[in-house]
């Protein structure tokens, strides 16, 4: 049983959905660990993890949508206002989404499904270099 | 230490909870792992995972209740309506909960609590086939 | 490679965020483990587990203003009102949040972003003891 570990850095330039797939399967698969387990964890409050579908960008373009209409920027409700109007908003976006994703790995690949792909959700509109820890355990 | 991974196929025929806590305890337990750490892993986007009480079948229904309200069906403000007006809103439902789970094995049983069970939250109102993958590793 | 096992229970009296981030990497801290993945899991179906900024205060009493607002107590939507008005609500609120946590452990401390802090996420307006599970795997 072997452990790995890595860090990458994702430039972000306002609030979207970004493809981290192919960094994050490109490692796992370059660590020689057949059978495991790969856990990636975001070290931050206002970006996010999440896996959802990765064909069609439209479901990115809706996610943000829903999410905005839920969570309104400058909602009067809010008094942590400190980096303005999102700086709240990206906080109960983080908790709502995902801190941490935990990823299967078989056959030397990260097991993730047809249509799954793995995003860093940028909760901030302005810009920004979010770290996110990658860890790998197997043989 | 050893790892054991195994693959659980769940049909699903419309909208709701599955209860997959009998399966997948029962795997953990043939195991023959200690201690160790179980984890469950959908390969979908449109299906996620939950853990939730499991003694009283109104919390299932009632947590449909919210979650319908919260991202109603054929939503005006989705444009990704490929597969009908439960697609987005499914992609949304399973952002909001988990793609995987942890559970830790102890004594060489999953520690769920007492009022514990795992849920498979298939969000399309077709019937499916949903994989989900195990994985444990421990001693 | 090894793995660690310990239980802490935490005492609540209402809803609100407990923070437990000195209990957790404290632990992970004695351990002796240098390099490896901590995993924490709560058992129970009314409280969660949350990683958030624990930096401004504010940012917690936000939080529990829109998940009051989003998930609010006596909603007539919920027939399960067993145990009060806060009872249904309080499932809701931990299917949103999560019920487990990973955070990996480099140079023998819980890799914990600046402005990150662990919180147990009391959803009932009664007091409680809450127990969470806590899992160490590395070397």
């Given at each position: 049983m072997q452990q790995k570990t890595h860090q990458i850095t994702v430039p972000t330039h306002g609030r979207k959905l970004y493809d981290i797939t192919a960094e994050v399967t490109g490692w796992a698969k370059s660590s020689g660990i057949k059978t495991g387990m790969m856990t990636l964890y975001i070290q931050h409050t206002s970006a996010s993890l999440l896996i959802n579908e990765?064909?069609?960008h439209d479901v990115l373009v809706d996610m943000e949508a829903f999410f905005n209409r839920l969570?309104?920027?400058?909602?009067?409700?809010?008094?942590?206002?400190v980096e303005g109007p999102d700086d709240m908003p990206a906080h109960v976006r983080t908790a709502l989404t995902q801190t941490h994703l935990s990823i299967p790995l078989l056959d030397g690949q990260a097991?993730?499904?047809?249509?799954q792909g793995v995003f860093l959700y940028e909760h901030r509109h302005i810009a920004g270099k979010r770290r996110v820890l990658l860890h790998l355990i197997g043989e």
């Open positions: 990765n064909y069609d969570v309104p920027d400058g909602d009067p409700l809010f008094i942590h206002t097991a993730l499904g047809q249509w």
